[in-house]
């Protein structure tokens, strides 16, 4: 389960938060850090040291230039916000995105992508809006902005302690471990849609609407913000995708048509 | 609840920590920091820069000689431990010890402290003896040791969560943003459709179905049957399902202008 967990840093300004996060996560037992347009180096003095000894995972990085890229293979990505924004979004605490993870790591092809924003800013709204749904670390309300590496280390451990309640990962007998959890088994009789699949479908959805003259670019009216939330909320299999893709296919053919013979 | 829990730190040498222990702490509600015979200086450039504005807890912090001065007025101490030692303790995991909080924290004169060893060796056995519990984070076996800023926010964490559970500190409504919210599912900002609405819908997407082409009543090959199953899991909101109306209408518009021309 814990290798199909992706944390995802997106425009981080300072090697030293890497490095941490590079530690909690090997603590945790989790290997697969991705970043998104750092805005500093990776491999310095200061990353290493706060690494302390998980510098390998440092070493393993991968650098993307968009969130999209960093995602694109995942079939759930869930966003760390301090706040939920204009737009309402599925919003889980740390505890409840932990319960799901066992099922939602079951499928060999299934990645979980964690995604943290910069550490002066978060996320953005569209980045924000790329997540099929938000996670809130709960915290003092008047001093609610936790360090990168720090907000880490709670999912990670969330993240670990899930696993732990896998009858399965329970530690020998000397650590009596956690209880075992009931979980909401998703049932799907296909793969997931990975978010490559459902970022190409909004994209065409997208076309598809302005040239059906339902959508105008210039007046969005969160139109495709609305979309979004509600065909993530869905979770589609890669069947239905195909059906979606379908059916914009042919209301872009009877749209052309119509451009064809005017 | 939080006012009545302590996190003590034994022979601390890097102020960085320090500071890094008094942010985790302040993000999670916690006030109480008491040191024991720090190795460091405690008010530095570098513990400032780490506690991030919450570095009037490093001018709070009372510094003590020993754990026994530190703890004496505490009613439970815990202290957190790698492993268990030569003499087996009784032994938590976090979520144990968060488990007993409330009960433990009940008295107003009940104090508890959470007590941190040194950064390159932990508590000795001596200091662990004068606990009534360890408590282990559970970690990699091959990579067990925690930042000490970032076990106490785990710690802290679990402490907080205990807090929240407790009926009467669910967030006011005056801060959504601080609340554990009690659903995972979605946020509705809107009624949910009901289900006359959504079989309206249906019928209005197989006619459009129809007409762009794409669904041929007569092979139905179970389309209208996933594309219930879709949206009926999505459980759209009344303005989702007008947004797509409103997608169906302008499809058909196209469709129909289509054969007029033909």
Redo the contacts between chains.
Sequence with gaps: MLERIRIVLIGTSHPGNIG?VA??M????LADLALVAPRCEVITQDSIS?A???DHLLHSTQVFATIEEAVADCTLAVGAS???RT??????????LA??LPSECQAPSARVALVFGREDSGLTNAELQRCHAHV??????D?????L??AV??LA?EC??AW?SQTDNQ?PA?????TVRPVTVLEADDELASHAALERYFEHLERV?V????HDPDKPRQ?MA??RR??L????EQ??MN??R??LS??E???Q??HH??
Excluded: C
């Design positions: 941490g530690r909690a090997h603590n945790m037992g706060r302390s000894g998980a301090a706040r939920s737009l309402p979004w599925p919003m889980l605490t740390p505890r409840e319960d799901r809130h670390i709960p915290t003092n309300a001093f609610s902005s936790l360090n590496a720090a280390q709670v451990y670990r302690m732990l530690q000397s650590d009596p471990g956690d609407l040239a059906i003259e339902f139109l609305r979309l509600l065909y909320r869905a979770r589609p069947m239905e059906i979606l379908g059916i042919a209301t053919k009877a749209a048509r119509k013979h005017e």
